[in-house]
């Protein structure tokens, strides 16, 4: 993913109208894009057009179906651990090297380093957490989820 | 919220995205040998079922401005923390909120939102929004800000899985 800000004028009215109308949501219709092309005064051929461009200019991440992995089964599990500083690139390769560690930051707090275990089933969380505390002497802190709510999260264009 | 192994196949396939043809399911269907209509149905019906929360394009909000992030955590009275979460998950500066167990006495924070801002005192001016809408049902809270990325893979299914 681009991990540079795209200067104002890379994109138009038009790019930003499109942005915005397709995040939320795209028709699941034979021709979804002269659906979807109507309301914004563009054709089939011109929207395809300008999602493929943003698409090449970076300022898309996704275009498509958004899968809940947990509801295809699998298991997830957010994880922290207080690392000493002293420890803490010796403890990040432990960690890492576990591929059911999905990803992993380093955060500011006492709590400096927070990642997702992401397995096939809800023992492989159990099992992973007591490797990593085995590997590291550390406590692995498990914070599963028990309610996750709707977003309504929306980047203004 | 059971799919079954065409599910499966139509999920490997548009999992990457969709086509950016005039008939995007079209597409998928003649790669999978399968009809349109059975694709665009299925599609309905795993959407239908949570299996697919939507379908939709995701513009990459670092590019568009939006750089900062921190993740802010609050210790909510149990009784109000299913109502107001969802009222904070809401949000549409709210990428990700969660209830989550306390682990005390390391702990205290059972609810969990990712707030995006375009730098780190926008991201502080929503966590007060977040603060006044939990208002006394809300104790001790605090921000984590990211100072590395140490791993990212996708979260990607596993053929057959």
């Known amino acids: ?157 | 919220m059971t799919i079954d192994a065409t599910d499966r196949r139509i999920i490997n396939a548009t999992q990457s995205g969709l086509p950016l043809a005039p008939a995007p399911y079209a597409v998928v269907a003649g790669w999978l040998g399968l009809s349109e209509r059975e694709v665009i149905e299925r599609l309905a019906a795993m959407q239908d079922k949570g299996v697919i929360r939507r379908i939709a394009l995701a513009p990459n909000h670092y590019a568009l401005g939006v750089t900062a992030n921190g993740m802010s955590v609050w210790d909510v009275a149990d009784d109000h923390a299913e109502t107001l979460g969802a009222e904070v998950g809401a949000l549409d500066f709210v990428s990700h909120c969660y209830l989550r167990p306390r682990v005390l006495p390391d702990w205290p924070y059972n609810l969990f939102a990712m707030i995006h801002g375009q730098d780190r005192s926008e991201v502080e001016l929503k966590r007060q929004e977040i603060a006044a809408l939990l208002g006394g049902a809300c104790g001790a809270s605090d921000i984590l800000y990211s100072t590395r990325i140490l791993k990212k893979t996708g979260l990607r299914l596993r053929e057959g899985a």
């Not at chain 1, 790019?15 to 914004?40: M, S, V, W, Y």
């Not at chain 1, 380093?106 to 089933?121: G, I, K, P, S």
């Open chain 1, 1 to 157: 993913m681009r991990r540079e800000v795209l200067p104002p004028e890379a994109l138009d009215a038009t790019d930003r109208a499109i942005l915005n109308a397709l995040q939320e949501g795209f028709p699941l219709t034979p021709h979804p894009f002269a659906d979807a092309g109507k309301p914004l005064g563009l054709s089939e051929d011109d929207l395809i057009a300008r999602i493929q461009n943003l698409r090449e200019e970076g300022a898309i991440t996704r275009f498509g179906p958004f899968f809940d992995a947990e509801a295809m089964g699998g298991a997830f599990c957010l994880c922290a651990m207080a690392v000493p500083g002293d420890r803490f690139d010796a403890v990040v390769t432990l960690v890492n090297a576990h591929p059911e560690v999905a990803h992993n930051y380093e955060r500011a707090h006492r709590l400096n380093m927070w990642f997702v275990l992401a397995t096939d089933t809800p023992a492989g969380i159990e099992k992973t957490a007591r490797a990593i505390e085995k590997e590291t002497g550390l406590k692995v802190l498990r914070f599963p989820k028990l309610k996750e709510f709707f977003i309504g999260f929306r980047v203004k264009a």
